[in-house]
């Protein structure tokens, strides 16, 4: 059995999306989800506070879950302050997500890419050497959204969404030169996947929107400690207890209850913030 859980956290929700692939390629293994619901959104924030919260709220954590692996499940989050993380806790694993501008590049057809992101992880450094040093063929643009991720959180506790104001919020992404259109959006928040059928249906011409959640999850089996990942290679062991979820808030609305309990997981009113 598999004591030490995966601890993944995000700001909010859009963690989920990553925790869904972790679970089919982890199915043995038991998880953490962690919503700093308390600092939701991070995109507010001044970096140097920012950083400060995280690094302090994973020191409790970390004493708390002793987690075998933790993934930030959050662009912003990771842009920021994976390397202070991993200073300050040498001995636990991170692994972060941050934008897909690599297979971006080597899958556009158009040269022409867009990475769609809070203004947080745009106006990184760290996303802008990327570019440089991944993407120097292609044109790519940046575009901060200040709405999409509280639209996909809205969305997902209460079932619906502006149209017009997703649309809204993707329109600086579909850019037309020389004939040719951008194929390629990089969905740079863990959020947004759960809006993309809606952005497919607003925007002005079809894409590809890429999802790193499954490529973060991959990247998290890998580092596994090996007797583990070939624990669950072999789907040998059973499930020792229930998923849980964690708000640092220590109280998540009924909304926000049911939707953890969708995705399995029992909701823990321990705060951690």
């Given at each position: 059995?598999?004591?030490?859980?995966v601890?993944?956290?995000d700001s909010g929700?859009?963690?989920?999306?990553?925790?869904?692939?972790?679970?089919?390629l982890m199915?043995d293994?038991r998880?953490?989800?962690?919503?700093?619901?308390?600092?939701f959104p991070?995109?507010?924030w001044?970096?140097r506070?920012?950083?400060?919260?995280i690094?302090?709220?994973?020191?409790r954590?970390?004493?708390?879950?002793?987690?075998v692996?933790v993934?930030i499940a959050?662009n912003?989050a990771?842009?920021l302050?994976?390397?202070?993380?991993r200073?300050?806790y040498?001995d636990?694993?991170?692994?972060g997500?941050?934008?897909a501008?690599?297979?971006?590049?080597?899958?556009?057809?158009?040269?022409?890419?867009?990475?769609?992101?809070?203004?947080?992880?745009?106006k990184?450094?760290?996303?802008?050497?990327?570019?440089?040093e991944?993407?120097?063929?292609?044109?790519?643009r940046l575009?901060?959204?200040d709405?999409?991720?509280?639209?996909?959180?809205t969305?997902?506790r209460e079932?619906?969404?502006?149209?017009d104001a997703?649309r809204?919020e993707?329109?600086?992404?579909?850019v037309?030169?020389?004939?040719r259109r951008?194929?390629i959006?990089?969905l740079?928040?863990?959020?947004y996947?759960f809006?993309?059928n809606?952005?497919r249906?607003t925007?002005?011409?079809?894409?590809?929107w890429?999802d790193p959640?499954e490529a973060?999850?991959?990247?998290?089996l890998?580092?596994?400690?090996?007797?583990?990942?070939?624990a669950?290679?072999s789907?040998q062991d059973?499930p020792?207890?229930?998923?849980v979820?964690?708000?640092?808030?220590?109280a998540?609305?009924?909304?926000?209850r049911?939707?953890m309990q969708?995705?399995?997981l029992?909701?823990r009113r321990?705060?951690s913030?």
């Amino acid at each position: 059995m598999h004591e030490r859980p995966v601890l993944v956290f995000d700001s909010g929700i859009g963690g989920l999306t990553v925790l869904r692939e972790a679970r089919v390629l982890m199915p043995d293994r038991r998880f953490v989800y962690v919503a700093d619901d308390a600092g939701f959104p991070y995109g507010a924030w001044e970096e140097r506070a920012l950083r400060d919260r995280i690094v302090d709220l994973f020191g409790r954590l970390l004493a708390e879950h002793d987690p075998v692996i933790v993934v930030i499940a959050c662009n912003t989050a990771s842009t920021l302050v994976l390397p202070d993380l991993r200073a300050a806790y040498p001995d636990w694993p991170f692994v972060g997500t941050v934008p897909a501008i690599k297979p971006a590049a080597e899958r556009t057809v158009s040269g022409l890419v867009s990475v769609l992101a809070t203004p947080g992880t745009v106006k990184r450094q760290y996303t802008r050497d990327l570019i440089r040093e991944w993407a120097t063929k292609c044109h790519v643009r940046l575009v901060g959204s200040d709405r999409l991720a509280s639209l996909a959180e809205t969305y997902m506790r209460e079932g619906f969404v502006d149209e017009d104001a997703v649309r809204a919020e993707i329109e600086p992404c579909f850019v037309e030169q020389d004939g040719r259109r951008t194929d390629i959006v990089v969905l740079a928040c863990t959020h947004y996947p759960f809006l993309v059928n809606r952005m497919r249906k607003t925007a002005p011409w079809p894409v590809d929107w890429l999802d790193p959640a499954e490529a973060i999850a991959r990247r998290a089996l890998s580092l596994l400690p090996r007797d583990d990942a070939a624990a669950e290679s072999s789907g040998q062991d059973e499930p020792q207890d229930v998923d849980v979820a964690v708000f640092t808030s220590g109280a998540p609305d009924n909304a926000s209850r049911r939707l953890m309990q969708g995705f399995g997981l029992a909701t823990r009113r321990t705060a951690s913030a």
